[in-house]
């Protein structure tokens, strides 16, 4: 199983810039797709979550109204976009895959990806 992050790079306050995940190995319409983020010294944080459909959809409060998840299953493949950025959304951007749906936002995942950088400019 592989998850691959990328997208990730430099931006300036205020911008935008979508995330991808490509998922192989698993049967990826089969899997809920989160993304989460940690920054230096700081825990793991939950941004976004999708159904195995795509129909519903979690985010963090900090990202509530600026970041869209979104899914390809015919690519295996996650989004996420990422508009109005803050230097606060500075981090490490994972992607993880887990079997069924949480209501609320979770931790719980069965495989995670690496990261890709993130890096908002004031």
């Known amino acids: 199983v592989q998850l691959q992050a990328s997208g990730g790079g430099l931006v300036q306050a205020g911008g935008s810039l979508r995330l991808s995940c490509v998922a192989s190995g698993l049967p990826f319409s089969n899997y809920a797709m989160g993304w989460f983020r940690q920054a230096p010294g700081k825990e793991r944080e939950f941004v976004a979550a999708?159904?195995?459909?795509?129909?519903?959809?979690l985010y963090g409060d900090s990202v509530k109204g600026r970041f869209t998840i979104s899914r390809d299953n015919r690519k295996n493949t996650v989004y996420l976009q990422m508009n109005s950025l803050k230097p606060e959304d500075t981090a490490d951007y994972l992607c993880?895959?887990?079997?069924?749906?949480?209501?609320?936002?979770?931790?719980?995942?069965?495989?995670w990806g690496q990261g890709t950088l993130v890096t908002v400019s004031s």
């Open positions: 999708i159904k195995q459909g795509g129909l519903l959809t």
């Open positions: 993880a895959a887990r079997r069924g749906w949480s209501v609320a936002p979770s931790y719980n995942y069965d495989r």
